[in-house]
């Protein structure tokens, strides 16, 4: 079966950096694209970023823009967020998702459970 597991979430504080990491199994991976997405206490699920399936086109949300990288390796089937100069709006669960390049959640067929992300001021 289908399997995201993400990674690499803690408590941080501001500015700092993070690493979130997402293995797949159980699909094609490197035919897929991915995305990640995040959800902060009371909100909805917004979008973060996303890259297409062989890592040359990254998209990303006017609050990632500048400050994080996503990226993938496809021979390991891992797929990255680089989170710099963390601010305490960052603070969320992100997910990881696998579907169609887009923005939108409804095109993501399989998800990850989640990696608790929070930043102290």
């Known amino acids: 079966q289908v399997q995201l597991v993400e990674s690499g979430g803690g408590l941080v504080q501001a500015g700092a950096s993070l690493r979130l990491s997402c293995a797949a199994s159980g699909l094609p991976f490197s035919s897929k694209a991915m995305g990640w997405f995040r959800q902060a206490p009371g909100k909805g699920r917004d979008f973060v970023a996303a890259?297409?399936?062989?890592?040359?086109?990254?998209s990303y949300s006017k609050s990632a823009q500048d400050r994080f990288t996503v990226s993938r390796d496809n021979a390991k089937n891992i797929l990255y967020l680089e989170m710099n100069s963390l601010k305490p709006d960052d603070t969320a669960v992100y997910y990881c998702a696998s579907g169609s390049m887009s923005d939108l959640e409804q095109r993501y067929q399989y998800w990850g459970q989640g990696t608790q992300v929070t930043v102290s001021s």
């Open positions: 890259i297409n399936y062989d890592g040359s086109i990254p």
